[in-house]
């Protein structure tokens, strides 16, 4: 298994500011995942952030307005730009472990007002 | 792209009472499938996975799953509840991308709600 904590755990902004969540890993990763949760949703994956290498996106989702940093196999940041009302939910980072895996950490809750 | 299909958005049962939660998923081929649980303000858990082998498949807290292939379905089980299983339950597909991962595709999840 794996241990992942994020920061923050949650917070409420401004529109028009950009937020950067943490996400780091009590081991070495190669693969990581950021979700979205919008409020009373399901989990939809907004990249994959693998060691060494850019963020790759779905579709829906750009590097503009979710840049992702990826500098070592225990930690990523996700940054939510330019933040409008319709960007609060949960983000919530995951490890894939031992292959098909996945485990989450406690996300993040984002307020946008 | 797979899909994932949790028809019951909501099940409210008695504690003690047998629950079963459904979920059926678009693809035929080999598939990995998943049932996380989120208790209310927390993350996702595991609870159990299907990757090969036997159909019936057993995860934590007595909950357990049954991989119907010709059926492309993975219910989820449990034959007493208690009121601390109320949580939101999601099922998911593991789908291999170009780039050689696997993502996981969630269903909209299931909302089982126990009284007493």
């Known amino acids: 298994s794996a241990v992942i904590s994020q920061k923050p755990s949650r917070d409420i902004c401004q529109r028009g500011t950009s937020l950067t969540i943490q996400c780091q890993v009590d081991?070495?990763?190669?693969?990581m995942f950021w979700y979205r949760q919008q409020p009373g949703q399901s989990l939809t994956l907004i990249a994959t952030?693998?060691?060494?290498?850019?963020?790759?996106?779905e579709s829906g989702f750009v590097i503009d307005k979710f840049p992702i940093s990826r500098p070592n196999l225990t930690f990523s940041t996700l940054t939510v730009s330019n933040m409008s009302p319709e960007d609060s939910s949960i983000y919530l980072c995951?490890?894939?472990?031992?292959?098909?895996?996945?485990?989450f950490g406690p996300g993040t809750r984002l307020t946008v007002l | 792209a797979q899909s994932v299909t949790q028809l019951d958005s909501q099940v409210p049962v008695f504690e003690e009472a047998p629950v079963e939660l459904r979920c059926n998923y678009s693809?035929?081929?080999?598939?990995?499938l998943f049932w996380y649980v989120q208790y209310p303000n927390q993350g996702l858990q595991l609870l159990l996975k299907?990757?090969?082998?036997?159909?019936l498949v057993k995860g934590i807290n007595g909950f357990e799953a049954e991989f119907n292939k010709s059926q492309t379905s993975f219910h989820l089980r449990k034959p007493s509840v208690h009121i601390s299983d109320t949580a939101e339950y999601f099922c998911?597909?593991?789908?291999?991308?170009?780039?050689?991962?696997?993502?996981?595709?969630f269903g909209t999840g299931t909302r089982l709600l126990v009284s007493p």
């Open positions: 299907y990757l090969s082998g036997s159909t």
């Open positions: 693809s035929s081929v080999s598939v990995y």
């Open positions: 995951s490890v894939e472990v031992r292959g098909h895996e996945q485990f």
């Open positions: 081991s070495q990763v190669t693969m």
């Open positions: 952030a693998n060691q060494g290498s850019e963020a790759t996106y």
């Open positions: 998911a597909v593991s789908e291999r991308v170009n780039t050689g991962f696997q993502k996981l595709v």
